[in-house]
């Protein structure tokens, strides 16, 4: 038989610290944008050289230290496979959940049950998908609960939000039933779309404030930051929410929104969700920094570090960032670091993982972590306070289930209609007041430059 020993060897990719570790002597600054300047006079001329350091603060309680980085299999043919292998501290100590300055107690139950109901409706939908039920694939936010549903939380009922395909917690939040993102995989004619789409791409601009996802990532921060300037010129500042991932934060129309809403000083709160794994693509072969919060500097704006899977710090990152926004100050960046604890999509197993950052990451489940805090530490709600939750949980979920599963599919001839805007099918409406807009001139005067291209 031949010899099927695998030897690896390590390449050159990714052997630095990820997800935020930093040297004994990094500094991390209290003020969101705060800069020093030091000058230093260079031997033997006159000149000088200014030297500008700007803090981002980091709201971790832990900070992660390993890397990821590639082997190259050869098997006993001396066919090479390419796998990739983690190193670093992974049996570090569960940090505590980081006490929040504004959450109340009820407040705190509050995003808990969301968190829940958002855990509760995925695995009911994964159970549909199994079953046969669901029309085309499914994305998970598993290991993002806290994300989704705390940043939501935060906002106020006039401001606006743009989930993405894991944020499906934001949408509960913001008073979509389970049964709505239900439907909508099961393209049913009740659905938001009336089955006219099988995932995410649905929105609610008259009563939710919510912007469709877009596919295209990154499309929709300016998006956004439209929004913003919309009420603007209406004469309000608002808060505007919406989330990319680390490899979507890649494309170019994220940096063209983020500057945009930078110089026009709009109120755009940008979530990065720092999940580690773009696809199958981990972040150390991503990008250069160690912390994506460090892409605010470039745009002059604050940024922010939260541990993704502590409710508390994301809730008051983000409500100090839409407070900003109803100030008129401007857009704000936070980094969520966590992990995407499934594949892209139910189609992917996301064997690429190596099973030791799964392991690491699952002790930190933002579930469990929250119902710890609640029960043993602040003693917020009892065991059988928490028992009863989680059951009345469980029920709401079972009836929006069968809400899903009753619900016809749309008939054929319907197909026909909803496709296009036509004959004035709808009026889009000021939701604040007349826009304020300076008056011009109705004729039209030909420029130079307009000659010019002639």
Same mark, same amino acid.
């Given at each position: ?11 050159h ?54 890397t ?10 001396? !066919? ?19 006490d ?43 290991? !993002? ?32 039933? /389970? ?65 990319i ?10 940096y ?21 794994? /773009? ?37 008051d990152?983000?409500?100090? /960032? ?6 008129g ?41 929250f ?7 602040k ?20 009836e ?5 599963v ?39 005067k ?9």
């Amino acid at each position: 038989m031949p010899n099927n020993k695998k030897k690896s060897k390590a390449s050159h990719n990714g052997h630095r610290p990820r997800n935020g570790s930093r040297s004994a002597n990094a500094h991390v600054g209290t003020a969101a944008l705060g800069r020093s300047v030091a000058r230093s006079a260079t031997a033997g001329t006159d000149s000088t050289e200014s030297l500008r350091t700007y803090s981002i603060p980091d709201y971790r309680l832990e900070h992660i230290d390993f890397t990821v980085h590639q082997a190259i299999e050869k098997d006993g043919q001396g !066919q090479e496979k390419v796998r990739y292998e983690v190193a670093g501290d992974l049996a570090a100590p569960v940090p505590p959940i980081r006490d929040s300055k504004y959450l109340s107690r009820q407040q705190a139950i509050e995003i808990y049950r969301y968190m829940l109901l958002n855990r509760k409706m995925e695995t009911a939908l994964e159970n549909l998908y199994k079953q046969g039920k669901v029309v085309g694939g499914v994305y998970f936010g598993l290991g !993002q609960e806290a994300c989704s549903c705390a940043s939501a939380y935060a906002l106020d009922k006039d401001d606006w939000f743009a989930p993405m395909i894991r944020n499906q917690g934001s949408l509960l939040v913001r008073g979509f039933r /389970a049964s709505d993102t239900m439907m909508q995989y099961m393209a049913k004619a009740d659905s938001p779309t009336k089955g006219r789409d099988g995932t995410s791409h649905f929105g609610d601009i008259e009563t939710r404030n919510m912007v469709s996802p877009i596919s295209m990532l990154g499309d929709l921060i300016p998006v956004m930051s439209g929004v913003a300037l919309g009420a603007r010129l209406q004469g309000r500042n608002i808060a505007v929410m919406t989330y990319i991932g680390d490899g979507g934060q890649s494309t170019g129309v994220t940096y063209e929104g983020m500057n945009f809403a930078a110089v026009q000083n709009l109120g755009l709160v940008l979530f990065i969700e720092s999940n580690l794994w /773009a696809y199958s693509t981990p972040s150390d072969m991503q990008y250069r920094c160690k912390d994506l919060a460090e892409r605010a500097i470039g745009y002059g704006i604050p940024g922010v570090i939260v541990d993704g899977t502590d409710a508390c710090q994301v809730y008051d990152a983000a409500r100090e /960032a839409v407070e900003r926004a109803h100030r008129g100050q401007g857009p704000t960046l936070i980094e969520a670091k966590m992990m995407r604890m499934k594949g892209h999509a139910i189609h992917d197993a996301a064997a690429y993982v190596p099973k030791e950052m799964f392991d690491f990451w699952k002790k930190r489940d933002p579930i469990a972590r929250f119902e710890n805090y609640l029960v043993k530490e602040k003693k917020w709600l009892t065991g059988k306070e928490n028992a009863d939750l989680i059951t009345e949980v469980e029920r709401v979920i079972e009836e929006e289930r069968e809400i899903a599963v009753i619900s016809p599919m749309p008939t054929p001839e319907s197909a026909e209609g909803g496709v296009f805007c036509e004959n004035g099918c709808h009026e889009i409406k000021p939701k604040y007041g007349t826009p304020k807009v300076k008056k011009g001139t109705s004729s039209y005067k030909e420029t130079e430059a307009a000659v010019h291209l002639k």
